[in-house]
């Protein structure tokens, strides 16, 4: 560290998550070193300010993948009622929410939210306070590219003034299984099983026509030309 950096932070990053960490320092001043560690853990620390559930259902019955409803509920577990609250929704990988689901919500008066965000690949909905009485607010998101193996995802509610105050919940996108509309069996063809053709019936039926071949006589050839319309009902040159 010099005059030239001494404002400017200076960081290291780790591979590797090690035991130890050692620093050496030189020098004189004052300085201050943070070491920051970043895991994830499907415990989490919550408190009693709030209720926090969420369930996830796909909207169509023929292709479950393409779009789902994610439906969280809240609640505030304390007297009267709560400041400003704050719901995180992280986005599954693969998946982008429905801005149009979005501004119905903020649209909406029951709902009690104030506004939403979009950031990075999550939802933020701002409440202005909840009551002892659950408030769901379900909205659409949609797949815009295919991932094997989706893992859990994360919802978090706390307090905007006081964010120790916060529940934790993680869900997961169903896994999809599309049900595909079979195809309509062709028809079965004509079976020749246990049947014969009679050259007989052939003959007869050559012997009926000769029966009746009188009718013909009364029928005559004719070979000249017919008169042709002339003006409207004429032939088009």
């Not at 896994?175 to 309509?184: D, G, K, L, Q, R």
């Amino acid at each position: 560290i010099s005059r030239k950096d001494l404002m400017k932070m200076q960081q290291l990053d780790f591979d590797e998550v090690p035991t130890k960490v050692k620093i050496n320092v030189d020098g004189e001043g004052c300085i201050l070193a943070q070491a920051i560690i970043t895991y994830n853990s499907y415990n989490f620390n919550s408190t009693q300010a709030f209720r926090l559930a969420v369930d996830v259902e796909p909207v169509s019955e023929v292709d479950k993948c393409s779009v789902a409803i994610i439906s969280p509920c809240v609640a505030y577990t304390g007297p009267g009622h709560s400041n400003m609250a704050v719901l995180e929704v992280a986005m599954p990988s693969g998946y982008e929410p429905d801005r149009d689901s979005l501004f119905e919500l903020a649209n909406k008066d029951n709902t009690r939210v104030k506004k939403f965000e979009e950031l990075a690949n999550r939802v933020v909905l701002y409440f202005t306070e909840l009551t002892n009485e659950p408030v769901c607010v379900p909205f659409n998101i949609n797949e815009n590219i295919f991932v094997e193996n989706v893992i859990n995802t994360t919802i978090k509610l706390y307090d905007y003034y006081k964010p120790e105050l916060s529940v934790i919940k993680s869900y997961k996108v169903n896994t999809c299984e599309s049900n595909v509309i079979a195809p309509i069996p062709a028809l079965p063809g004509p079976s020749f099983k246990n049947s014969t053709i009679n050259l007989d019936d052939q003959i007869t039926t050559d012997k009926r026509h000769k029966r009746h071949g009188n009718f013909l006589d009364k029928f005559y050839n004719t070979d000249f030309d017919l008169e042709m319309p002339e003006g409207l009902e004429g032939n088009t040159p």
